[in-house]
């Protein structure tokens, strides 16, 4: 399972992992936020309305779900669950309130934080973004400093100062035997 604060780079960090270990299976989130720019439904994210994430929520399909910033986010249980069944890892991208789900659920699962190179290089990552007003930047430069706070929680700290070596340490993370892990990695 990989967490870290907004603006760290996990989307990227992911994609980077997706385009050089295709064989590695990653989960597709759900999220009640519009889409950004470039983004594509079910390769990205899933983008629901309330109502379905609603839904979801009643009939217990998510694994993990969370409000962030006005959003909520989650994973569908089933594909996951479907993939830990066949022993082969899965690679899940959380925010910090899911990752905390996914400990108390399962003590095993394996809880990665991405960490920026800096503080100042973590609120220029914020910034450069473009497709958030400034009161919404400084909820998530807010939030983001909570985040960075409770990286001791996690199991491996993976920094991002390069995508590549990041996305390859994650990929050895998941390869790696674990008595203490059921696949589950993010």
């Keep these: 399972m990989l967490s870290g604060p907004s603006g ?3 989307g990227t960090v992911v994609a980077e992992v997706r385009r050089r270990h295709p064989d590695v299976w990653v989960s597709v989130s759900v999220t009640t936020r519009r889409a950004r720019p470039g983004e594509v439904d079910g390769v990205h994210y899933h983008f ?4 379905e994430f609603d839904r979801l929520v009643a009939e217990d399909g998510l694994l993990e779900w969370a409000e962030y910033a006005g959003n909520r986010y989650g994973t569908p249980a089933a594909p996951v669950r479907e993939r830990l069944a066949t022993g082969a890892p899965a690679l899940l991208e959380i925010e910090l309130q899911g990752a ?6 399962d003590g095993d699962a394996q809880l990665v934080f991405l960490a920026p190179p800096s503080w100042a290089e973590l609120k220029s990552r914020l910034a450069g973004r473009g497709s958030e007003p400034p009161a919404v930047q400084e909820r998530r430069l807010a939030i983001a400093q909570a985040e960075l706070d409770a ?5 491996v700290v993976v920094v991002n100062d390069d995508v590549a ?5 994650l990929v050895s993370l998941l390869a790696a035997p674990s008595s203490a ?3 589950a990695s993010e």
Excluded: I, P, S, Y
């Design 151 to 155: 990286a001791g929680e996690f199991d």
């Design 165 to 169: 070596r990041a996305a390859d340490e």
């Design 8 to 10: 760290v780079g996990k």
């Design 48 to 51: 629901l309305t309330d109502a």
């Design 181 to 183: 892990r059921t696949g």
């Design 100 to 105: 905390r789900q996914v400990r108390a659920r």
